[in-house]
């Protein structure tokens, strides 16, 4: 038995870094919203209040972008989900963000799911 758990800790040692991204689930306020041409930042973000870092992942400042040019995910999955950003922001809402630190642009990481939260 002892083997066997010395020989998974040494597997787990050997994986490639980009195995071990995590993904985070938080609630946040958006603070700014920014939509840009396709080639920059996935084409669509917004600033949070507290940063995916406080989280344990591994990404650049509290922009996080939905991926509006669809590198990540389909153009109209990443659209809903920065339309329903938008209106948490304009109804200052928190939201409940999940984050992915494996799929990014320009350091900034993905977010795959947004739920707007009732006041």
């Known amino acids: 038995m002892r083997r ?19 993904t985070a689930v938080f609630s946040a306020k958006i603070t700014r919203t920014l ?31 939905f991926s509006c040019s669809g590198e ?3 153009k109209s999955s990443a ?6 950003a938008q209106m948490a922001f304009l109804m200052d809402r928190t939201v409940r963000v999940t984050v ?8 900034r990481c993905l977010v795959t799911r947004i739920d707007v939260l009732s006041s």
């Open 4 to 22: 066997l758990v010395k020989g998974v800790l040494a597997g787990l040692c050997m994986l490639p870094l980009a195995a071990l991204a995590t």
């Open 35 to 65: 939509a840009s041409d396709e080639n920059a930042f996935g084409g669509c973000m917004v600033l949070l209040d507290k940063s995916p870092v406080s989280e344990g992942l591994d990404c650049t400042g509290s922009w996080v972008t």
């Open 72 to 74: 990540h995910v389909s």
């Open 79 to 84: 659209l809903r989900m920065f339309d329903s």
């Open 100 to 107: 992915d630190d494996s799929r990014k642009h320009n350091q």
